[in-house]
């Protein structure tokens, strides 16, 4: 159930990757809006080092391994029943490994394709029953510019964030009868340490901040807008 306080509406959002780069920053946008936030990542300490740092009373959390069906169902199980109603998902959580396509190994892109695309595919479905049962809600799962062109050295990264989008947009046409949005949010390079990379590296790349609002925008947008497809670059 959304609530009111000074006017404005808060929701309940869970957030993947959510305490770091892009995720961290939604985390924050969205309780600096009034919103409640469980965030989730592979790791405890991660969670607890951004409540520490934050401080938020309504800043909630768990490790989850997106990949793996049972934690995920435990962490939404968990969400629901420790902040309520579920509002909004955000998928942000992603990895990616850039080499040859010949010198790829079958680790490295069963670790992309996993992280990127079944982990999206395996959380959303467990919020998309409770959203289905309460009669709507936001989903925006963070894609990439790699989900539109290809690159040398980025076979694995492509295959699974142009999956990405054509699973997001398949969820929209079948969520859409029951209140429920799927929208994504495509950047270019962006000044987070990813890959190996540090963000110092990244000078000419999108802000992580930026990318938090495009987000942000997609999960509050009037529902007369329908589906949203944000495309990025630097």
């Known amino acids: 159930m959304r609530r009111h306080r000074g006017g404005m509406t808060m929701a309940i959002y869970i957030v ?7 995720g961290k920053e939604v985390t924050k946008k969205l309780l600096e809006r ?3 936030v469980f965030a989730v ?16 009373s309504r ?7 997106v990949n793996n069906p049972e934690e995920a169902a435990a962490a939404v199980e968990q ?23 010949e010198e790829l190994t079958l680790e490295e892109w069963d670790a992309q394709l996993n992280t990127n695309l079944r982990g999206v595919f ?11 049962a309460a009669g709507g809600g936001e989903i925006v799962n963070v894609a990439s ?27 929209n046409e079948e969520g859409r009868e029951h209140g429920i949005r799927v929208s994504t949010v ?9 890959a190996g990379v540090s963000a110092s590296e990244k000078p000419s790349g999108l802000t992580p901040e930026a990318v938090a609002d495009a987000v942000i925008a997609a999960l509050t947008a009037s529902k007369d807008v329908g589906s949203i497809e944000h495309r990025m670059e630097p």
């Open 34 to 36: 009034g919103d409640t």
């Open 79 to 101: 969400c629901h029943s420790t902040c309520g109603e579920i509002n909004g998902l955000v998928n942000n959580a992603g990895v990616g490994s850039f080499k040859p396509f």
């Open 59 to 65: 800043l909630f959390g768990t490790p989850c391994d």
């Open 145 to 171: 510019n790699l989900g539109y062109v290809t690159r040398p050295g980025a076979s694995a990264y492509c295959a699974s964030k142009w999956g990405l989008r054509g699973l997001s947009a398949t969820m």
């Open 41 to 56: 990542s592979r790791t405890k300490t991660s969670l607890e080092a951004l409540q520490e740092e934050l401080n938020h």
């Open 16 to 22: 993947t990757g959510g305490t770091r780069g892009i």
């Open 122 to 132: 395996i959380l959303s479905q467990q919020v998309y029953r409770w959203m289905k």
């Open 186 to 194: 495509s950047p270019g390079l962006v000044q987070t340490d990813f």
